[in-house]
């Protein structure tokens, strides 16, 4: 039943923060609450999120691509009937592993859960994965690696109140949440980015690298530290593995060879070491700046390496934390859509996993597929020899979205079939052959996982507009139509969380001891959480992760070996500059739900590029006229925004914009190696004016 007033969290980023709806369909209003990390603060994407929920072009009835190449609106039963009729045939022709699945970080955790067993159950196919390959991969990696689990920040966001000195590489939060920055104001910010963002701006010190050296300024970072005698030999020595293999590495990486390579003065790099090393209470932190990288996964580690050398991770008051992404970024990699996941963020290559989550599906372990192919690969693999026939998207608009996006859409067309399940037209919707409209936020119950690893109530207002159904019945009703039964894929949201808690037991992400009972009563519920033992009491929730010891069996954080060897593409004399993409306050991601916000769109109402008045002055560029940026993969339109803090050999553009002014019409799809993440954040390029006529 809808009620006119609920608390529940924003839909969009991973801060969730805590909000009150009151209204009815039509006329809904949103109030910031008292929650502990926005604590009365919404952004401004927070406030206007009501708009979208009532857009103009709303999808409310399921569309299906007729002869003339239209999308016509049909009933659920014709829509889903055609789509499990067409899986099942492309499955018997080419195998299983010819229907591929994409899901989204903004998913809730039931529906992220369902996607997976879907996948694995329903089609059989080892195809799936979702737009955080795109955001987290590297964190997650680089975090698994080092300290045996990976959950964005291992301790409360009010940890970070009593921070006296916090680095923040590669993140913008002023900007993509801003509500967080009340509880770094009391710490002194060391912020390195290559461009002077709102964030770097009420830093104490930014470094301004140039964009893909990251890893060459953290080897730098531990040099001086080390060689400056601010090593932590005794907490290296008692809680660690790894340190000289580390520091043979970084020790070739002095200061003033780090200023060649990036760009930062030595002196800067020193500062920024003393600082930090010089803090009682001091954390090292990552975002998507350092991390969208060929070299990803190895730059995060020289940023634990680092906070490792100094004794921070695991230690009240002090530790690493990556700042997740997407409203559902931590737990829409715990539950099994991801390539190599189970539920518990269990790895499906794990026999013991395997049998657990089998037993839990009644099923055999050996009719689990294997691990699939990150994002990227899937859709690359789309119609060639081997790959995929069929797509399902839920919650991704990776048209907009996927690095090198002009081939992305070339891939995608090359489907048999395209279904995508979305409540608003994007670019992805307009390719598909399919289109499953599905409810909101404030129109459904579910849970999230914020980055902080706390588990939230989402909370229905309203009950589902027109004919669209939760994401939780769409995957149901083609479950059924494939064979399994009602059962095995419920629909109520606490069903599917309860069995999520089963399946995720004994795992790293235990939510077994969760349930929606709890949650309601307002316990701050992090995980891991395990059941309570017979006759024990609730465990309470880790807040804290790694005090005592850290997840890997012998309890020590892991140091990794790593090197700088550069981006994937250099700048040449065709493309002489490096692009950089990222975000701006006032849309989220793709702008798909932003851009419908009439005051959003207003303020930013198209694509802009980022440049510095000396490169603009030598490339012939304008203040406010619309620039071509060109890559080796295409070309983008933006209006150019002369930036004097901006470094003379970058460019930023947002990543917020669809048609000519879409920034992934530039990036490299290169990935990471190992963690699949793409380049995001390098792209060799030239700038110049176009001529505009008057009309
Ligand atoms: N307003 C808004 N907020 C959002 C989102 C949004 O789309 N809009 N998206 C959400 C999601 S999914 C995510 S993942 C987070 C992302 O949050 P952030 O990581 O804060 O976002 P970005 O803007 O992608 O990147 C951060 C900064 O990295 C810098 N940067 C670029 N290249 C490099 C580099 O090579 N090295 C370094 N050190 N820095 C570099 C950029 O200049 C930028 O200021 O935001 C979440 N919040
Ligand atoms: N160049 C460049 N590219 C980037 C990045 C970058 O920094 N630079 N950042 C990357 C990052 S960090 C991210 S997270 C990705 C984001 O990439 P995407 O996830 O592809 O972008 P969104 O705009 O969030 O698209 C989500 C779509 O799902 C829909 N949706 C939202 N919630 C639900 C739901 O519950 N169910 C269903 N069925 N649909 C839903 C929305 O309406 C929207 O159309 O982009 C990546 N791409
Ligand atoms: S910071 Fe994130 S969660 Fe908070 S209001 Fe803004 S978009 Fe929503
Ligand atoms: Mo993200």
């Keep these: 039943m809808a009620e006119h007033h609920v608390a529940t969290h924003c839909p969009y980023c991973a801060l969730q923060c805590g909000t009150e709806l009151t209204g009815d369909t039509g006329a809904v209003s949103v109030s910031p609450s008292w929650f502990p990390v926005n604590r009365g603060g919404l952004c401004r994407k927070g406030w206007t999120a009501p708009e979208v929920l009532g857009s103009a072009d709303r999808l409310?009835?399921?569309?299906?691509?007729?002869?003339?190449?239209?999308?016509?609106?049909?009933?659920?039963?014709?829509?889903?009937?055609?789509?499990?009729?067409?899986?099942?045939?492309?499955?018997?022709?080419?195998?299983?592993?010819a229907v591929g699945v994409f899901g989204g970080g903004g998913l809730t955790n039931e529906k992220a859960y369902s996607l997976g067993k879907f996948a694995r159950l329903a089609l059989g196919t080892s195809r799936i994965d979702y737009n955080g390959r795109f955001c987290m991969a590297a964190a997650a990696t680089a975090g698994n690696a080092a300290f045996g689990v990976d959950r964005g920040l291992p301790f409360p966001v009010t940890d970070l109140d009593e921070a006296e000195v916090i680095l923040l590489a590669g993140g913008n939060p002023a900007e993509t949440m801003p509500p967080l920055m009340q509880h770094l104001e009391g710490a002194e910010l060391v912020v390195i980015d290559p461009r002077r963002s709102a964030t770097a701006e009420r830093a104490k010190l930014h470094l301004r690298p140039r964009p893909g050296t990251d890893l060459a300024l953290a080897l730098g970072l531990l040099h001086i530290a080390v060689s400056e005698g601010w090593h932590d030999a005794e907490y290296t020595a008692r809680r660690t593995t790894g340190f000289e293999q580390a520091w043979a590495r970084a020790v070739g990486w002095w200061p003033e060879r780090v200023e060649r390579v990036t760009g930062v003065p030595a002196s800067a790099q020193r500062q920024a070491v003393r600082m930090l090393a010089g803090a009682r209470r001091a954390y090292v932190l990552t975002g998507r700046g350092a991390e969208q990288h060929g070299d990803g996964a190895d730059t995060v580690a020289g940023f634990i390496n680092l906070a490792l050398a100094l004794g921070l991770p695991g230690v009240t008051g002090s530790g690493y934390g990556c700042l997740t992404g997407q409203g559902n970024g931590q737990g829409g990699r715990e539950h099994g859509q991801k390539a190599d996941q189970l539920p518990g963020y269990r790895l499906i290559t794990d026999p013991g996993a395997r049998a657990h989550v089998a037993g839990v599906w009644g099923v055999a372990e050996e009719s689990l597929p294997g691990p699939g192919i990150p994002a990227t690969r899937l859709l690359e693999s789309a119609g060639t020899a081997g790959g995929i026939r069929a797509l399902l998207v839920f919650g991704a608009n990776p048209v907009l979205s996927a690095p090198h996006a002009g081939l992305a859409r070339a891939q995608l067309s090359r489907l048999d079939l395209l279904v995508v399940a979305d409540f608003l037209p994007s670019e992805t919707t307009r390719m598909a052959d399919v289109v499953l409209p599905v409810t909101q936020w404030a129109e459904e119950e579910g849970t999230m996982t914020n980055l902080e690893g706390r588990v939230l109530r989402r909370r229905a207002l309203l009950p589902p507009p027109g004919r669209a159904r939760s994401d939780l019945e769409v995957l149901s009703g083609l479950a059924v139509r494939l064979g399994r039964s009602e059962t095995s894929f419920p629909t109520r949201a606490s069903a599917v969380f309860d069995e999520l808690a089963r399946a995720s037991a004994g795992g790293p992400a235990d939510y077994s001891g969760i349930d929606y009972e709890r949650l309601d009563s307002g316990e701050p519920l992090h995980w891991p959480c395990p059941a309570e033992p017979e006759g024990g009491s609730p465990h309470p929730g880790t807040p804290r992760l790694f005090l005592d010891s850290f997840a890997h069996p012998d309890g020590r954080a892991r140091f990794t070996a790593v090197d700088w060897h550069g981006p994937a593409e250099s700048t040449d004399h065709e493309y002489p500059l490096v692009a950089t993409t990222g975000r701006t306050s006032g849309h989220y991601q793709t702008g798909e739900q932003t851009r419908r916000v009439e005051e959003l769109s207003e303020a930013e109402p198209e694509s802009f590029v980022r440049l510095h008045p000396d490169t603009a002055a030598r490339t012939g560029v304008h203040d406010g006229q619309l620039a071509r940026v060109s890559s080796a993969r295409g070309t983008a339109l933006a209006r150019a925004r002369l930036d004097g803090s901006m470094r003379q050999d970058t460019l930023f553009l947002p990543i917020h914009y669809p048609g000519t002014g879409c920034a992934n019409l530039l990036t490299n799809p290169v990935l990471d190696p190992r963690s699949g993440i793409p380049e995001f954040k390098v792209a060799a390029v030239s700038i110049s004016g176009v001529e505009e006529v008057d009309t």
């Design 60 to 97: 409310y009835e399921p569309l299906l691509r007729n002869e003339h190449g239209e999308l016509v609106a049909t009933d659920w039963d014709d829509a889903l009937d055609l789509v499990a009729a067409k899986l099942r045939d492309l499955a018997s022709e080419y195998g299983p592993d």
